[in-house]
């Protein structure tokens, strides 16, 4: 339970750090950033591994980076979900947007993860 309560938080702070740096990525606070990343977190349970399989040519042909253009159509699924509180302009954006959080997200957890480790 503290490993998902955790990660929900550094999903959203990571929404938070991507929002400040496009001004086309807008999120209106932290609430409503943990709002997206719940969202955005069973949307990857539920959704993400269908459009996986869907789509399991073409990830492999790509080597893989259509992964992201899944997780940048469920970035837009979650900002249609929550509505006006999180807007993404066009989905080049959303694009983008899901490389920096999934690069985003591997370096914060193998921080928390690595700084854990530590305190043992």
Do not use: H
Not at 7 to 26: G, K, P, T
Request: glycine share 6%; hydrophobic share 65%; charged share 10%.
């Amino acid at each position: 339970m503290k490993r998902l309560l955790l990660s929900l938080l550094l999903n959203a702070v990571a929404l938070i750090v991507v929002a400040q740096l496009f001004e086309s990525f807008r999120l209106e606070g932290f609430g409503t950033a943990i709002l997206a990343s719940i969202i955005l977190s069973i949307l990857n349970v539920i959704v993400k591994p269908i459009l996986v399989v869907l789509t399991l040519p073409i990830t492999f042909v790509t080597l893989g980076l259509f992964l992201f253009v899944i997780n940048a159509i469920t970035l837009m699924i979650t900002q249609g979900l929550i509505g006006s509180a999180f807007v993404i302009n066009g989905f080049g954006t959303a694009l983008i947007a899901a490389v920096i959080l999934s690069v985003l997200n591997l370096l914060l957890n193998k921080l928390i993860r690595d700084t854990v480790l530590l305190n043992k």
